[in-house]
């Protein structure tokens, strides 16, 4: 990777960094609202993040945009099912609401100090591996 394009992806990751900072998405009390019902904040947030990426994703497919090297971009069709993604959706949101953060706030959390988070991002990385190494004997 060239250091020009390293720089990019740098600085849009300290923005997107900043951008969940300043809109208190990292915020643990924030995210203890949204799942209990008592707020719209982060219900706001993220239905503008879908409602953006739909754009984008729209954008990209009628005017075939390319690549950052110029490649086009290929988004391929889901697969369909319910249950993948009710059984998905849910891990995922337990997790979310016990640990009070989702994968990229685990990086500015630790970024602010919040050293613990380390272990959750430990154990992310960990599943993670787990999962990569026995996909093969999974259900797809």
């Not at 707020?39 to 409602?51: C, K, N, P, R, W």
Request: include cysteine.
């Amino acid at each position: 990777m060239k250091v020009g394009k390293a720089l990019v992806y740098l600085f849009l990751g300290i923005l997107f960094g900043i951008i969940l900072s300043k809109s208190e998405a990292i915020s643990w009390f924030r995210i203890q609202e949204m799942f209990r019902f008592e707020s719209f904040h982060m219900y706001g947030l993220i239905g503008s993040a879908v409602a953006t990426g739909v754009l984008c994703i729209q954008v990209i497919k009628r005017f075939k945009v390319k690549d950052i090297e110029g490649n086009p971009i290929v988004i391929a069709d889901k697969q369909k099912g319910v249950w993948r993604y009710l059984l998905g959706g849910t891990s995922f949101g337990m997790g979310w609401a016990l640990v009070g953060g989702c994968t990229a706030p685990m990086f500015i959390l630790i970024g602010y100090g919040e050293y613990s988070m380390a272990i959750i991002l430990f154990f992310a990385l960990f599943g993670t591996f787990i999962y990569g190494k026995y996909k093969h004997l999974l259900p797809h």
